[in-house]
């Protein structure tokens, strides 16, 4: 074989590799989501995101009664498809405006977390405001900023 029939091969690989990984890191996102959803039949959930080019990517999760007290509060930041949500116990129980002023949370060395917080919030700040919405995850409709 050729060697440029080689580097076609290998290139191919690595595609197969990458998709695979983007696959499954795609259904660990939904499998949370509906983890979340199933257990938490009230209030609201907002999904923020921050894309890093050459910094980590972060996912944020953001679970709040209708009360808007904080029920979960998940982060998943990585630069690789491994990255996995991970639990930020000691914001549950706050309110979502202290939170939302805190820059604790947004930012201990991932400037990545403060976007994807604050986009989180805007999420739930809008489905609250719409019309006839009650709170709930059913029927909830989510928005990439």
Same mark, same amino acid.
Do not use: C
């Given at each position: 074989?050729?060697?440029?029939?080689?580097?076609?091969?290998?290139?191919?690989?690595?595609?197969?590799? &990458?998709?695979? $990984?983007?696959?499954? &890191?795609? !259904?660990?996102?939904? =499998? *949370?989501?509906? @983890?979340?959803? &199933?257990?938490?039949? =009230?209030?609201? +959930? @907002?999904?923020?995101?921050?894309? $890093?080019?050459?910094?980590r990517?972060?996912?944020?999760? *953001?679970? +709040?009664t #209708?009360?808007?007290?904080?029920?979960? %509060? %998940?982060?998943?930041? @990585?630069?690789? *498809?491994?990255?996995?949500?991970?639990?930020?116990?000691?914001?549950? $129980?706050?309110? %979502? =405006?202290?939170?939302?002023?805190? #820059?604790?949370?947004?930012?201990?060395?991932?400037? $990545? *977390?403060a976007?994807?917080?604050k986009?989180?919030?805007?999420?739930i =700040?809008?489905? !609250?405001?719409? #019309?006839g !919405?009650? #709170?709930g995850?059913?029927?909830?409709?989510?928005?990439?900023?």
């Amino acid at each position: 074989m050729a060697i440029w029939q080689w580097a076609l091969l290998s290139l191919a690989l690595v595609w197969g590799l &990458q998709s695979l $990984g983007v696959w499954l &890191q795609m !259904r660990h996102y939904s =499998d *949370v989501f509906k @983890g979340i959803t &199933q257990k938490y039949a =009230d209030g609201f +959930v @907002g999904a923020g995101n921050h894309r $890093g080019r050459f910094a980590r990517g972060t996912i944020v999760l *953001v679970v +709040v009664t #209708p009360d808007l007290i904080v029920r979960r %509060l %998940l982060v998943m930041s @990585g630069r690789s *498809v491994f990255a996995k949500f991970k639990r930020h116990e000691e914001y549950e $129980g706050v309110a %979502l =405006d202290r939170i939302r002023s805190n #820059p604790a949370i947004k930012g201990e060395g991932e400037p $990545g *977390v403060a976007e994807a917080v604050k986009r989180a919030i805007e999420q739930i =700040d809008r489905a !609250r405001s719409e #019309p006839g !919405r009650k #709170p709930g995850l059913a029927g909830l409709k989510t928005v990439s900023a």
